[in-house]
């Protein structure tokens, strides 16, 4: 340790205040007694976020030691998800909010500069001890008493300053790139889909309008609950295809959620063959990939239709076609009927779609792959811009309380 630093524990240089705790009817629509949650803490960030504020019945008395104070810490101390347990935001006015039952107030005492500590409660060292204190249980409990026992290095409070200094800068010019960053691989992404959309809505000559069910030579829909049942799954067996195994162009199975030989013979007519298309037919509409060569085989899961294309579709071009924005804002607009957004397997054989002919469809996925070969190369390059500024933000933390920043 660097001198003139000492390590203390948490607990002999801050007071700990517990959440207001109140009943299920209290909460009201809007209210003047506001309550900060965990939610409004964000993860990535640990900036507090205003988006979502509980209130309750302006008749309940908020005690001031339960409201947040210009120059504390509230900390969330119960959550069913390990990665929000811990988690901090430093407050920086007196907002005369109150924090709830599930969330605790930290305020330094003792020569401890407040934003000092924030910044150390965000450091892998920090991230390190909650992750070794989580209980394991349903609701992930965090015990002040075990809390008080983090070891806090410190020097004295001018060069504390000096290092918020420092850090605040860094973290600023950091966030900047960042925000950058994320712009430009939204960008990338966007010229993508805008490129996607003209095609399918600025036709050129040769296409044809028909429904969807004319121009493949088949739609099925994947079995029903009744033939297929949890006791049927086997880790590690032949994968089951469900919307949620799609992601992107791509299908990532899941072990767990897999069925026998046996069971495979009895479900063969929902066997999946290479070049198929599996759509999903509920929840997030127009999810769509294309069966592989290694895909062949898989079965279809409940929660799909399998599209079996024609000598009038490259099943690739359909893809491409059924997760444009005109095509997708259709189907989603047949879902909206249902409480969870789903549509029929006679939806998807009435959909219309505009159609060139094959000559064209390869010309134009050759296009397509092109400019998907640029875009993805582009988003590698901004996907590792922010992860090279995360890790320089945790580098900096790192030497900050070590003593060599």
């Known amino acids: 340790m660097k001198a003139g630093w000492k390590t203390e524990p948490l607990g002999d240089l801050c007071e700990f205040q517990r959440g207001l705790t109140y009943a299920k009817s209290d909460e009201v629509d809007v209210s003047d007694n506001v309550v900060l949650r965990a939610t409004n803490i964000d993860l990535t960030t640990n900036l507090l976020d205003f988006a979502e504020l509980k209130y309750i019945n302006d008749k309940v008395v908020v005690p001031d030691s339960k409201k947040v104070k210009k120059g504390s810490l509230i900390i969330c101390t119960a959550s069913g998800s390990k990665s929000h347990l811990g988690k901090v935001a430093y407050i920086d006015d007196d907002f005369g909010y109150a924090f709830g039952g599930f969330m605790g107030m930290i305020t330094p005492k003792n020569g401890l500069v407040p934003k000092y500590l924030f910044h150390l409660m ?216 249902a409480t969870m957004p789903s549509i029929s397997n006679g939806d998807l054989q009435k959909l219309v779609i505009g159609l060139p002919t094959i000559p064209q469809q390869r010309h134009i996925l050759s296009l397509l792959d092109n400019l998907s070969t640029e875009t993805q190369r582009l988003a590698i390059i901004y996907q590792s811009k922010l992860a090279a500024l995360e890790i320089l933000k945790k580098s900096l933390l790192h030497q900050a309380f070590n003593g060599n920043l």
């Open 122 to 337: 965000t450091s892998d060292a920090y991230k390190d001890f909650i992750g070794e204190l989580s209980d394991g249980a349903n609701i992930n409990n965090l015990k002040f008493d075990d809390l008080k026992k983090f070891q806090v290095p410190h020097p004295k409070r001018d060069e504390q300053k000096r290092i918020i200094g420092i850090l605040d800068k860094a973290f600023e010019s950091i966030a900047t790139a960042k925000a950058n960053a994320e712009k430009n691989l939204q960008n990338t992404r966007a010229l993508f889909e805008s490129y996607l959309q003209d095609i399918f809505t600025q036709r050129g000559p040769g296409w044809e309008e028909k429904p969807l069910g004319e121009c493949v030579q088949d739609i099925s829909t994947g079995p029903f609950g009744s033939l297929l049942h949890k006791s049927d799954y086997e880790r590690g067996g032949i994968p089951l295809v469900n919307p949620i195994n799609i992601e992107g162009e791509e299908i990532i199975p899941n072990k767990n959620k897999a069925v026998g030989i046996e069971t495979a013979k009895r479900l063969a007519s929902y066997t999946l063959r290479e070049n198929d298309i599996v759509i999903a037919r509920r929840g997030e509409i127009g999810r769509c990939a294309v069966i592989t060569r290694n895909q062949a085989g898989w079965i279809c899961g409940t929660g799909c239709f399998i599209i079996r294309s024609s000598e009038k579709t490259d099943p690739h071009f359909l893809t491409h076609l059924l997760r444009s924005k005109p095509y997708r804002a259709q189907l989603e607009g047949v879902s909206e009927r």
